[in-house]
């Protein structure tokens, strides 16, 4: 399943992230692993920067307070999310698959189920650096308004076509979810969607809806792992 979301950032933070990503330092991605790293040419903020440090915080905040997106993922633990650049210089990353497993900052590790972009430049400032995700439905093509997030399974081919103008910033993240299995995933999200969209119109307190609800509860604690 690939999902996204528009305005996971408001107008306020994506500007003053914006301030920040232009006025900090930035160096050749290393981030990768050994095949990845192949085809990986990108810029990132280095990792002991002050900078880094208060935009993740942003980040994370944002995806919290942000119900579909912690519906469509259900995360579990997440690695730190990384920011990148691609210039005409430093312009693609090619056709790779994810790293299965990635160590955490305390020490244990992550398992890789969902990838995820922030889309930190807006489409007219750019051409190319595309997202191309090649899932069950062929390759599909992203790139979304800044502010807007994408989630895709980690396990997916996927690539970052060549920037040949501009500058296309973007924030990544790799997060393991309660939820293992894709197809299981998306029918959680598909029904916590729809119980959400009934909620709002009958409200809260209607037997069946609090049935379903339970039901969509208890589908969570048989196959989620943690
Ligand atoms: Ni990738």
Same mark, same amino acid.
């Given at each position: 399943?690939i999902?996204?979301?528009?305005n996971?950032l408001t107008?306020?933070?994506l500007?003053?992230?914006?301030?920040?990503?232009?006025?900090?330092?930035?160096e050749?991605?290393?981030?990768?692993?050994?095949?990845?790293?192949?085809?990986?040419?990108?810029l990132q903020?280095?990792e002991?920067?002050?900078?880094l440090?208060?935009?993740?915080?942003?980040?994370?905040?944002?995806?919290?307070?942000?119900?579909e997106?912690?519906?469509?993922?259900m995360?579990?633990?997440?690695?730190?999310?990384n920011?990148?650049?691609y210039?005409?210089?430093d312009?693609?990353? %090619?056709?790779?698959?994810?790293?299965? /497993?990635?160590p955490l900052?305390?020490?244990?590790? #992550?398992?890789?189920?969902? @990838?995820?972009?922030?889309?930190?430049?807006?489409?007219?400032?750019?051409?190319?650096?595309?997202l191309?995700i090649t899932d069950?439905?062929?390759?599909?093509?992203?790139k979304l308004?800044?502010?807007?997030?994408?989630?895709?399974p980690?396990?997916?081919l996927?690539?970052?076509?060549?920037?040949?103008?501009?500058d296309r910033?973007g924030?990544?993240?790799?997060?393991?979810?309660?939820?293992?299995?894709?197809?299981k995933?998306?029918?959680l999200?598909?029904?916590?969607n729809?119980l959400?969209?009934?909620?709002?119109?009958? %409200?809260e307190d209607?037997?069946?809806? /609090?049935?379903l609800?339970?039901t969509?509860n208890n #589908?969570?604690?048989?196959? @989620?792992?943690?």
């Amino acid at each position: 399943m690939i999902v996204s979301f528009d305005n996971v950032l408001t107008s306020e933070e994506l500007a003053a992230m914006r301030r920040q990503l232009l006025d900090t330092d930035w160096e050749r991605g290393i981030s990768a692993g050994p095949q990845a790293r192949l085809v990986k040419k990108n810029l990132q903020i280095p990792e002991n920067s002050d900078v880094l440090r208060d935009l993740r915080i942003l980040v994370m905040r944002a995806l919290n307070r942000t119900p579909e997106v912690m519906s469509a993922i259900m995360p579990f633990k997440i690695i730190p999310p990384n920011f990148n650049r691609y210039t005409v210089d430093d312009s693609h990353y %090619g056709r790779h698959i994810d790293s299965t /497993v990635r160590p955490l900052p305390d020490g244990s590790y #992550l398992r890789t189920d969902v @990838s995820a972009t922030l889309f930190l430049s807006d489409p007219d400032e750019y051409d190319g650096g595309e997202l191309k995700i090649t899932d069950t439905f062929g390759e599909q093509t992203i790139k979304l308004p800044a502010g807007s997030l994408v989630a895709y399974p980690s396990g997916s081919l996927h690539e970052v076509t060549p920037v040949t103008r501009g500058d296309r910033m973007g924030c990544y993240m790799f997060m393991q979810s309660l939820i293992r299995d894709t197809e299981k995933r998306r029918l959680l999200y598909e029904m916590d969607n729809a119980l959400r969209r009934l909620r709002a119109r009958q %409200g809260e307190d209607q037997p069946e809806l /609090v049935e379903l609800t339970g039901t969509y509860n208890n #589908l969570v604690r048989l196959w @989620s792992e943690c």
